[in-house]
């Protein structure tokens, strides 16, 4: 399989998150997609330099404001008296307010939902890297490859369309899907496996009939990103009916993760779109740092068959997946497995 990355990927260097009230050292770092990139390399699968595809494809799924200020945050933000290492908020706008704020402080809590997306000097580098990598590995599917997979880091599902999160500031996968929407004007289902929601993408898509959305994840109720994922949400408008989510208890071993994968995988079927996009978290795994769930590598593996077994153009990528023993195993059994005959 051709996996398809940006070497600007590794300009996005986060220094710390914060977690429970502590500011701890981001678990999103550029040897993330180092490992993942050997793996893929020493497991025979060819590795590509992502093209690059300008502002279109992030145009047809961000707010042009939200752009703007990604491109330029760092700059405006280094340029104050006394201004710490990353674009940080540290003041969020309230229910009963839309004035939209002229000075960088007020515009990084206006499109930051949350402070583990914090911009540094190489962020927006790197998440137009990732975004050019799904884009370029949705081309290669458009040409007749029956499968590609796009190494991206930053990961994306946790970006909405004018606002970034949870370690996502472009969301990677949502492009890719319209990429394709709009090279074919044929439908496309995106099925996120990661062990936390996509709420994002699910956002992006919600009031859409052309894209269907399936995530698999643990449960909001208790676990990030706390206010989207529940099961009552299933879109909007156009939409009704075209988002599906599964959220499952934590501790949940392969036997319920692969049952709730084989719901999503009938209801992409039904829906029977052109292309499938994968949203391929491998944080399900019980040896990453997250332990929300108990996957092993080779249910990994017998996600991969299930999942290709549907036979559609397929586009996998890489959302979280932490620094676990068995990050770089689980990429290489579910790549190795989706190509199997």
């Known amino acids: 399989m051709r996996v398809v990355l940006s070497p600007e990927q590794d300009r996005h260097e986060p220094r710390w998150w914060v977690a429970r009230g502590r500011p701890r050292p981001c678990p999103e770092r550029p040897e993330r997609a180092e490992r993942l990139g050997a793996a893929a390399r020493a497991a025979g699968h060819a590795v590509v330099v992502a093209d690059r595809f ?6 047809a799924v961000h707010d042009a404001r939200y752009l703007a200020f990604l491109e330029t945050a ?9 201004a710490g290492p990353e674009v940080v908020p540290n003041v969020f706008p309230g229910p009963l307010f839309d004035s939209y ?46 499968s590609a997979y796009a190494l991206c880091r930053p990961p994306g599902h946790h970006a909405f369309g004018d606002r970034a999160a949870g370690f996502c500031y472009l969301n990677n996968a949502a492009i890719a899907a319209q990429h394709v929407v709009g090279a074919t004007s044929g439908r496309v289902a995106v099925l996120d496996i990661d062990v936390h929601h996509g709420n994002g993408t699910q956002a992006i898509f919600y009031g859409r009939g052309d894209v269907l959305t399936v995530s698999v994840h643990c449960d909001p109720a208790d676990f990030y990103p706390f206010f989207g994922g529940f099961a009552h949400e299933t879109g909007t ?5 075209r988002n599906l989510n599964l959220p499952l208890p934590r501790g949940t071993t392969d036997t319920e993760w692969l049952a709730a994968i084989d719901r999503a995988i009938g209801v992409v079927r039904e829906f029977d779109p052109a292309v499938l ?22 249910g990994y593996a017998e996600a991969a068959r299930r999942i290709s077994r549907l036979g559609l153009p397929s586009v996998l990528i890489q959302e979280g997946g932490y620094l676990g023993p068995e990050l ?9 497995a989706f190509e199997a005959p």
């Open 328 to 336: 770089g195993p689980a990429l290489v059994a579910f790549l190795g």
């Open 237 to 241: 408008g156009e939409g009704e009916g």
């Open 277 to 298: 996009v994968v949203g391929l978290g491998l944080d399900a795994l019980a040896s990453d740092p997250f332990a929300a769930f108990a996957a092993t590598v080779e």
């Open 54 to 59: 300008g502002a279109g494809p992030r145009a």
């Open 74 to 82: 760092w700059e405006r933000w280094s340029s104050q008296p006394d």
């Open 101 to 146: 704020p002229g000075s960088v402080t007020g515009q990084a809590g206006w499109h930051m939902a949350d402070t583990s997306c914090p911009v540094g000097p190489g962020t927006w580098e790197a998440a137009t890297g990732a975004a050019d990598a799904a884009v370029h590995a949705a081309e290669i599917v458009l040409h007749g490859a029956p």
